[in-house]
Protein backbone atom coordinates (compact mmCIF):
# COMPACT_ATOMS: atom_id res chain seq x y z
CA UNK A 1 0.00 0.00 0.00
CA UNK A 2 3.10 2.13 0.72
CA UNK A 3 4.53 1.40 -2.40
CA UNK A 4 1.20 2.37 -3.64
CA UNK A 5 0.69 5.70 -2.31
CA UNK A 6 4.55 6.99 -3.55
CA UNK A 7 3.42 5.69 -6.87
CA UNK A 8 0.74 8.07 -7.19
CA UNK A 9 2.34 11.06 -5.25
CA UNK A 10 4.82 10.80 -8.40
CA UNK A 11 2.17 10.66 -10.72
CA UNK A 12 0.78 13.62 -9.32
CA UNK A 13 3.56 15.80 -9.06
CA UNK A 14 4.65 14.40 -12.84
CA UNK A 15 1.28 15.95 -14.24
CA UNK A 16 2.01 19.07 -12.28
CA UNK A 17 4.82 19.50 -13.20
CA UNK A 18 4.26 18.68 -17.11
CA UNK A 19 1.55 21.56 -16.89
CA UNK A 20 3.63 24.13 -15.59
CA UNK A 21 6.21 23.39 -18.55
CA UNK A 22 3.99 23.57 -20.82
CA UNK A 23 2.22 26.51 -19.81
CA UNK A 24 5.65 28.31 -19.03
CA UNK A 25 8.28 26.91 -22.40
CA UNK A 26 5.44 25.39 -24.71
CA UNK A 27 5.07 21.76 -25.67
CA UNK A 28 8.05 21.67 -28.22
CA UNK A 29 10.49 23.98 -26.17
CA UNK A 30 9.92 21.65 -23.16
CA UNK A 31 11.51 18.54 -22.51
CA UNK A 32 10.82 14.99 -19.94
CA UNK A 33 14.26 16.25 -18.38
CA UNK A 34 12.61 19.56 -17.49
CA UNK A 35 9.69 17.77 -16.30
CA UNK A 36 11.32 15.19 -14.17
CA UNK A 37 13.78 18.22 -12.32
CA UNK A 38 10.93 20.17 -11.53
CA UNK A 39 8.77 17.54 -10.36
CA UNK A 40 11.63 16.34 -8.00
CA UNK A 41 11.73 12.46 -9.18
CA UNK A 42 14.28 10.63 -11.72
CA UNK A 43 13.90 10.10 -15.14
CA UNK A 44 13.24 6.30 -14.70
CA UNK A 45 10.32 7.03 -12.38
CA UNK A 46 9.24 9.56 -15.22
CA UNK A 47 9.69 6.70 -17.58
CA UNK A 48 7.22 4.12 -15.81
CA UNK A 49 4.55 6.60 -16.03
CA UNK A 50 4.63 7.90 -19.49
CA UNK A 51 6.69 6.53 -22.63
CA UNK A 52 6.40 9.67 -23.80
CA UNK A 53 5.68 13.49 -24.03
CA UNK A 54 2.45 13.05 -25.80
CA UNK A 55 1.42 11.00 -23.25
CA UNK A 56 2.16 13.23 -20.99
CA UNK A 57 0.57 16.02 -23.32
CA UNK A 58 -2.71 13.74 -23.31
CA UNK A 59 -2.90 13.86 -19.71
CA UNK A 60 -2.53 17.28 -19.02
CA UNK A 61 -5.37 17.93 -21.39
CA UNK A 62 -7.58 15.77 -19.95
CA UNK A 63 -7.00 17.97 -16.57
CA UNK A 64 -7.76 20.50 -18.56
CA UNK A 65 -10.93 19.34 -19.73
CA UNK A 66 -11.78 18.46 -16.36
CA UNK A 67 -11.47 21.94 -15.10
CA UNK A 68 -13.53 22.71 -17.67
CA UNK A 69 -16.63 20.43 -16.98
CA UNK A 70 -16.39 21.16 -13.21
CA UNK A 71 -16.96 24.49 -13.85
CA UNK A 72 -19.23 24.62 -16.16
CA UNK A 73 -21.25 22.08 -13.93
CA UNK A 74 -20.93 24.25 -10.93
CA UNK A 75 -22.26 27.67 -13.17
CA UNK A 76 -25.18 25.68 -14.70
CA UNK A 77 -26.65 24.63 -11.42
CA UNK A 78 -27.12 28.16 -10.83
CA UNK A 79 -30.62 29.65 -11.28
CA UNK A 80 -28.78 32.59 -13.50
CA UNK A 81 -29.99 32.82 -17.27
CA UNK A 82 -28.31 30.60 -19.72
CA UNK A 83 -26.64 33.73 -21.55
CA UNK A 84 -25.71 35.10 -17.84
CA UNK A 85 -23.95 31.83 -17.78
CA UNK A 86 -22.01 32.20 -20.72
CA UNK A 87 -20.64 35.71 -19.76
CA UNK A 88 -19.63 34.40 -16.08
CA UNK A 89 -17.72 31.57 -18.24
CA UNK A 90 -15.81 34.22 -20.37
CA UNK A 91 -14.81 36.00 -17.56
CA UNK A 92 -13.66 32.91 -15.75
CA UNK A 93 -11.51 31.67 -18.95
CA UNK A 94 -10.02 34.87 -18.27
CA UNK A 95 -8.58 34.21 -14.96
CA UNK A 96 -7.99 30.97 -15.37
CA UNK A 97 -5.50 31.51 -18.44
CA UNK A 98 -3.52 33.28 -15.91
CA UNK A 99 -3.67 31.22 -13.00
CA UNK A 100 -4.20 27.85 -13.98
CA UNK A 101 -1.52 25.75 -15.40
CA UNK A 102 -3.90 22.93 -16.81
CA UNK A 103 -5.43 25.17 -19.07
CA UNK A 104 -2.62 27.50 -20.16
CA UNK A 105 -0.30 24.36 -20.78
CA UNK A 106 -4.42 22.30 -23.06
CA UNK A 107 -3.78 26.07 -24.91
CA UNK A 108 -0.15 25.55 -25.98
CA UNK A 109 -0.28 22.07 -26.48
CA UNK A 110 -3.21 22.51 -28.99
CA UNK A 111 -1.77 25.13 -30.78
CA UNK A 112 1.89 23.52 -31.11
CA UNK A 113 0.43 19.78 -32.31
CA UNK A 114 -1.96 20.17 -34.54
CA UNK A 115 -0.68 17.85 -37.05
CA UNK A 116 -1.23 14.80 -34.52
CA UNK A 117 -3.07 11.67 -35.69
CA UNK A 118 -5.45 11.22 -34.44
CA UNK A 119 -6.86 14.57 -33.44
CA UNK A 120 -5.79 14.86 -29.18
CA UNK A 121 -7.81 16.96 -26.85
CA UNK A 122 -8.39 20.23 -28.24
CA UNK A 123 -8.70 23.09 -26.07
CA UNK A 124 -10.79 25.11 -28.78
CA UNK A 125 -13.70 22.50 -29.66
CA UNK A 126 -14.32 21.91 -25.75
CA UNK A 127 -14.52 26.03 -24.49
CA UNK A 128 -16.47 26.88 -27.98
CA UNK A 129 -18.51 23.61 -27.68
CA UNK A 130 -19.97 24.62 -23.87
CA UNK A 131 -20.57 28.23 -24.60
CA UNK A 132 -22.15 27.45 -27.80
CA UNK A 133 -24.44 24.95 -26.25
CA UNK A 134 -25.52 27.64 -23.75
CA UNK A 135 -26.25 29.77 -26.74
CA UNK A 136 -28.63 26.96 -27.87
CA UNK A 137 -29.91 26.60 -24.13
CA UNK A 138 -30.30 30.72 -24.47
CA UNK A 139 -32.41 30.55 -28.11
CA UNK A 140 -34.71 28.06 -26.06
CA UNK A 141 -35.21 30.00 -23.38
CA UNK A 142 -36.26 32.81 -25.97
CA UNK A 143 -33.03 34.99 -24.10
CA UNK A 144 -31.47 35.17 -28.04
CA UNK A 145 -34.06 37.48 -29.75
CA UNK A 146 -35.41 36.05 -33.32
CA UNK A 147 -33.26 38.57 -35.18
CA UNK A 148 -30.30 37.20 -34.49
CA UNK A 149 -28.94 34.38 -36.42
CA UNK A 150 -27.54 31.45 -34.43
CA UNK A 151 -24.24 31.91 -36.48
CA UNK A 152 -24.27 35.22 -35.97
CA UNK A 153 -24.62 34.97 -31.68
CA UNK A 154 -21.48 32.24 -32.00
CA UNK A 155 -19.42 34.18 -34.10
CA UNK A 156 -19.67 37.27 -31.25
CA UNK A 157 -18.76 34.23 -28.21
CA UNK A 158 -16.07 33.06 -30.91
CA UNK A 159 -14.74 36.66 -31.00
CA UNK A 160 -14.59 37.02 -26.92
CA UNK A 161 -12.68 34.07 -26.73
CA UNK A 162 -10.41 34.92 -28.81
CA UNK A 163 -9.70 37.74 -27.53
CA UNK A 164 -9.21 36.98 -24.05
CA UNK A 165 -6.94 34.62 -24.50
CA UNK A 166 -4.79 37.05 -26.84
CA UNK A 167 -5.00 39.56 -24.06
CA UNK A 168 -3.61 36.95 -21.52
CA UNK A 169 -0.48 36.07 -24.21
CA UNK A 170 0.12 39.56 -24.49
CA UNK A 171 0.37 40.19 -20.69
CA UNK A 172 -2.55 42.16 -20.33
CA UNK A 173 -3.40 42.24 -16.76
CA UNK A 174 -6.83 40.67 -15.62
CA UNK A 175 -8.14 43.23 -14.26
CA UNK A 176 -7.79 45.65 -17.31
CA UNK A 177 -9.04 42.36 -19.69
CA UNK A 178 -12.02 41.80 -17.48
CA UNK A 179 -12.58 45.58 -18.14
CA UNK A 180 -12.18 45.47 -21.93
CA UNK A 181 -14.89 41.45 -21.63
CA UNK A 182 -16.92 43.67 -19.88
CA UNK A 183 -16.95 46.17 -22.73
CA UNK A 184 -17.20 44.41 -24.84
CA UNK A 185 -20.71 42.37 -23.44
CA UNK A 186 -22.20 45.93 -22.88
CA UNK A 187 -22.05 46.48 -26.45
CA UNK A 188 -23.25 43.34 -27.72
CA UNK A 189 -25.51 42.30 -25.55
CA UNK A 190 -28.63 44.70 -26.29
CA UNK A 191 -27.82 43.39 -30.01
CA UNK A 192 -28.32 39.59 -28.58
CA UNK A 193 -31.21 39.73 -26.24
CA UNK A 194 -34.81 40.80 -26.78
CA UNK A 195 -35.80 43.89 -25.27
CA UNK A 196 -36.90 44.19 -21.24
CA UNK A 197 -35.67 44.78 -17.97
CA UNK A 198 -35.84 41.02 -17.63
CA UNK A 199 -32.55 40.61 -20.19
CA UNK A 200 -30.73 42.80 -17.99
CA UNK A 201 -27.36 41.14 -17.53
CA UNK A 202 -24.43 41.56 -15.39
CA UNK A 203 -21.46 42.35 -18.00
CA UNK A 204 -18.55 42.59 -15.35
CA UNK A 205 -16.82 39.42 -13.61
CA UNK A 206 -18.78 37.65 -10.96
CA UNK A 207 -18.47 39.83 -7.49
CA UNK A 208 -17.65 36.60 -5.81
CA UNK A 209 -15.01 34.50 -7.80
CA UNK A 210 -16.17 31.15 -9.68
CA UNK A 211 -12.60 29.82 -10.25
CA UNK A 212 -11.83 27.59 -7.86
CA UNK A 213 -11.60 24.10 -9.49
CA UNK A 214 -7.75 22.31 -10.62
CA UNK A 215 -6.52 24.85 -8.83
CA UNK A 216 -2.52 24.09 -8.39
CA UNK A 217 -1.79 23.40 -4.42
Known amino acids: MAKQVRSERTLERLVVSAA ?39 VVQARGRDVLETLVEELHDSDASRLQVLVDLTHSLNTLLRENAFIRASVRITRERTHQEPTPLDFYPMWL ?10 RTNGELAKSVAD ?18 WMGVSRQDAEEWLSDLWGLVLPLLTEEGPERLIRTAAPPVAVVHVGEES
Open 129 to 138: GRLWKLLGDA
Open 151 to 168: VSARTVVTAAVSGVETLA
Open 20 to 58: EQFADQGFVRATLADVSKSAGVTKGALFFHFSTKDDLAD
